[in-house]
Every structure is written in structure tokens, then in C-alpha cells.
């Protein structure tokens, strides 16, 4: 898109591209996203930018009304396998907050300056800054949503010290943390106990086909570990997260009627994390919306896939059909490996159970290392030692034609599982799986149009 574009976008207050860009406008000194309900500005006032870390660092603070902070990612960051979109996945997972911009690089296999210099240059932004806007946004939802003391706020969020927090805090929302915790209402908060939960409304674009996620879950759901109560239309999802800092449990409501149907511009989940360490919020929130594939954009797969005379039927009758990722990529390996009676079995064999079960869920599905020393045989066993050793890298930042790789170098792992792997596991949007005929005009959503085939019986 052209800055011409951009700023029609904005005329129209076209909500498909919320999180895609930011405007902001020098006369007021406020950033938005392109929803945003306010006057439209003048075209001479207005500045693009591709991230909301690159507008903080030009001066603007976030808008008070559209809450820019808090649009659905953009979706580029799933297609792009080079070093910037894994860069951003890895920002997102939280790994600048553990281990710094040299422990990024490191997984990157970069030097820390290419790094900076590669995201500085295409947007506008480094990964420090990239890393204090994420932090601000974790930092503004636990301030509005729990009674957390604004102390344990401030390094739960990822800050180093409390006086970074109230600046940086300052700096994106031009209030204080005291102000910014006024601005929402009491009874919206909640009570700062691990057992009450944090709520969240995970934002996505477009029609969002939730019951075909739903489904999906419902099917796979390991006992102890996952958990889909209610019916369909009104259903939860549960379970347990083993995190950086401490272990979780989440509960994701199904919503029924507009984000499952039709072309609404946009919606949420709603959804409660139950953290042991308030510091994994960041990383929790992040594997959810790979999980349910909240950061996809619906118009953009919709308008390729409904070119097709064979997916034009299949598209019309389910927009905004999503690609499932995975809350935790390692399990979802073993998982796609062994089914759901081996997972099953490998969860009351060796899986760790919570401190504090919840209801049905018990335990948290077993580490690679654990695994690779119960069962250190067969496919299995060499599975997980190289998930363990780390031969076999999955996390957000993969290189996936790597990954790819070194996974069918494993004994007895085939073909069509290495494809699930990489669909859900690395998020890849563009996978053919093995004996399926799909061609490469359905570039670069070919993950979504095995979807459709699946959705439509036509694959199993």
C-alpha cells in the first residue's frame, strides 16, 4: 500500500487493516489505528507507520479512544520466513524480555547491529523499542484489569526498574500508571490472587469461523491437559501452559453469531489466563493467538482462495475460516506424532501434575526431555532428544525450511506428519501436505485452503 491508500483507509475507518499500520498526526501528537472513530485529520498532518513501537519512538502517544495498542498483530508476520518476521515472532514471544537483544540474535543467527539494523530500517523501530511497546501494552492491561500493586505491575510487565515503567508509561498513554488504572472501572478489575484470573478480549480482523476451531480442539483434547465444555456456539476451551517463569491455565469462550459468520470487520475472544507469575502474560497471550490464529487477515486469504473455481463455493460458504497453530509447538510435535490415545497415555505416564489442579485439568503434558529419557526408542525417542538438545528448534522464530529438514532427517518420522509440524507448530501458512493436490495459485495460503477441503469432507 501506498501512503494515498493508507490515508483512504483512514477516511473509511477500514478496519481491516487495523494492526496492518498506524497513522499518526502531527497537529495532536496521537497515534491510531486506522478504525479509529475520531474526525479524520488532514492528509498534510497525518504520518504512517508500520509499527506502534515505530510511532512512540517519532513522539506520538497512543490514542485514548481506538486504543492502538491493542489491534490484532498484523498478519505478515506469519507468511514472512526471513529474519524480520521471525524477529517479530520472537518480540512477541517475549524472548528480547528474558534474554535480550543478543539472546534474539543469537536465534536468529545474526549479529545483535544486523539485527537492529534490518528492523530499524523496514520499521522504523529496533527490537528494544519493538520489545517497550509490547511491554506498555502488558503493562496497561494489568493496570485495568487486576489489583495488582503498580510495583509488581511494573517488572510482571518486563520492566527493568519502576522508574522505566512510569516513564515509559507516561511517554505511550501521557498519564501516569495511577491514571491509567482510574480510567477503567472498578468492578472491571479484579482481585490480585493467581485463582481469580486475568480477563482479556483477544482482538482479531475479520469474520472469525470460531466453531471449525472449536471443533478441531474439541476432537484433539488430551484429558488433563485440555478440556471443551458447553455446546456448540457457547463453548470453553481450557487448559493448562508451561511458561518461561511459572506454569498457566487458560479459559477462551467461543463466541456466537458475528465472528463466526458473514463479513463482520472485527471482533475478540474473551478469555482468562490463571498465571503463577504475572510475567508470563506477554508469552501466554501470544501462544493463544497462534493457537486460534488471531493475527490472520480473512480478506486478503479470502480474496486469493475465492479466485479459485474449485474454493470459490468453500470460501463463500465459510469466510474467515482460520488454520489452527499450536499453545505449545513441542507438544503439538509429539502430539502430531503419536495421536490422541498415545498423547493420552503419555500424559498420565509422565505428565506433571499442576500444584493446584483446575476441575478436569490435572497435569501438564510432558517436556522432550522427560520424554527422551522414559522412552528413548523408536521414532518417538529420537523425536524428542532432538527437540531436547535442540537438533529440532521450534519456537516462534524457526527457520521453517530448516526445521523442515532436519525433522525428516529423524528416523521413521513421514512426510505428511513433518507437514502438520510445520502448519500448526510454525505457523506456516502455505504448506501442501503430501499427496494432495494443491497447486500453487493458492500461494501463499495453501494451509487455509487444506482447510476449506478439510471443512468441505473432501480431505480427511
Given at each position: 500500500m501506498d501512503e494515498d491508500t493508507r490515508y483512504e483507509a483512514v477516511r473509511s475507518r477500514d478496519a481491516r487493516f487495523d494492526g496492518e499500520f498506524f497513522f499518526a498526526v502531527e497537529t495532536t501528537g496521537i497515534y491510531c489505528r486506522p478504525s479509529c472513530p475520531a474526525v479524520t485529520p488532514k492528509r498534510r498532518n497525518v504520518r504512517f507507520f508500520a509499527t506502534a513501537a515505530a510511532a512512540q519512538g517519532s513522539g506520538f502517544r497512543a490514542c485514548r479512544r481506538c486504543r492502538p495498542d491493542a489491534a490484532p498483530g498484523s498478519a505478515e508476520w506469519n507468511v514472512r520466513a526471513d529474519v524480520v518476521g521471525r524477529a517479530m515472532r520472537l518480540i512477541g514471544d517475549g524472548v528480547v524480555d528474558r534474554e535480550g537483544v543478543a539472546g534474539l540474535a543469537g536465534r536468529l543467527g545474526y549479529s545483535p547491529r544486523q539485527v537492529q539494523r534490518q528492523l530499524t530500517g523496514e520499521l522504523g523501530a529496533g527490537p528494544v523499542a519493538l520489545a517497550r511497546a509490547q511491554r506498555a501494552h502488558t503493562a496497561r492491561v494489568l493496570l485495568q484489569t487486576t489489583d495488582l500493586p503498580i510495583t509488581e505491575i511494573a517488572f510482571a510487565a518486563g520492566f527493568a526498574s519502576v522508574r522505566q515503567f512510569n516513564d515509559t508509561i507516561r511517554t505511550v498513554y501521557a498519564r501516569t500508571p495511577s491514571e491509567l488504572r482510574r480510567t477503567a472501572a472498578r468492578a472491571s478489575r479484579r482481585p490480585a490472587t493467581p485463582t481469580a484470573g486475568i480477563p482479556l478480549r483477544l482482538a482479531h480482523r475479520g469474520p472469525y469461523r470460531s466453531g471449525?476451531?472449536?471443533?478441531?480442539?474439541?476432537?484433539?483434547?488430551?484429558?488433563?491437559?485440555?478440556?471443551?465444555?458447553?455446546?456448540?456456539?457457547?463453548?470453553?476451551?481450557?487448559?493448562?501452559?508451561?511458561?518461561?517463569?511459572?506454569?498457566?491455565i487458560v479459559a477462551l469462550d467461543e463466541r456466537p453469531g458475528g465472528t463466526g459468520h458473514g463479513t463482520h470487520p472485527g471482533g475478540w475472544l474473551d478469555a482468562h489466563l490463571h498465571l503463577t507469575d504475572p510475567r508470563d502474560l506477554t508469552t501466554a497471550v501470544q501462544r493463544l493467538r497462534r493457537l486460534f490464529d488471531l493475527d490472520a487477515d480473512p480478506y486478503a486469504i479470502d480474496e486469493r482462495l475465492g479466485a479459485d473455481a474449485r474454493l470459490a463455493p468453500l470460501v463463500a460458504a465459510r469466510p474467515g475460516l482460520r488454520s489452527p497453530g499450536a499453545a505449545?509447538?513441542?507438544?503439538?510435535?509429539?502430539r502430531a506424532l503419536v495421536g490422541p490415545a498415545g498423547a493420552e497415555r503419555l500424559v498420565r505416564a509422565y505428565g506433571k501434575a499442576l500444584d493446584a489442579p483446575c476441575g478436569n485439568l490435572t497435569h501438564l503434558f510432558p517436556e522432550p526431555a522427560v520424554l527422551a529419557e522414559a522412552e528413548?526408542?523408536?521414532?518417538?525417542g529420537a523425536l524428542t532428544a532432538a527437540l531436547a538438545d535442540g537438533a529440532v528448534r521450534l519456537d516462534a522464530g524457526a527457520d521453517r525450511d530448516d526445521t523442515e529438514a532436519a525433522l525428516l532427517a529423524?528416523?521413521?518420522?513421514?512426510?505428511?506428519?513433518?507437514?502438520?509440524?510445520?502448519?500448526?507448530a510454525l505457523g506456516d501458512p502455505?504448506?501442501?501436505?503430501?499427496?494432495?493436490?494443491?497447486?500453487?495459485?493458492?500461494?501463499?495460503?495453501?494451509?487455509?485452503?487444506?482447510?476449506?477441503?478439510?471443512?468441505?469432507?473432501?480431505?480427511?
Open positions: 471449525a476451531v472449536f471443533d478441531l480442539l474439541q476432537a484433539e483434547a488430551v484429558p488433563g491437559v485440555e478440556d471443551v465444555s458447553g455446546t456448540p456456539g457457547r463453548r470453553t476451551y481450557r487448559r493448562t501452559l508451561r511458561l518461561p517463569h511459572g506454569t498457566g505449545d509447538p513441542e507438544e503439538l510435535a509429539v528413548p526408542h523408536g521414532t518417538l529423524l528416523p521413521g518420522l513421514d512426510p505428511r506428519t513433518v507437514a502438520v509440524v510445520r502448519t500448526r502455505d504448506v501442501a501436505p503430501p499427496g494432495v493436490d494443491v497447486p500453487d495459485s493458492w500461494r501463499p495460503w495453501r494451509s487455509y485452503a487444506v482447510q476449506h477441503l478439510c471443512a468441505a469432507g473432501e480431505l480427511e
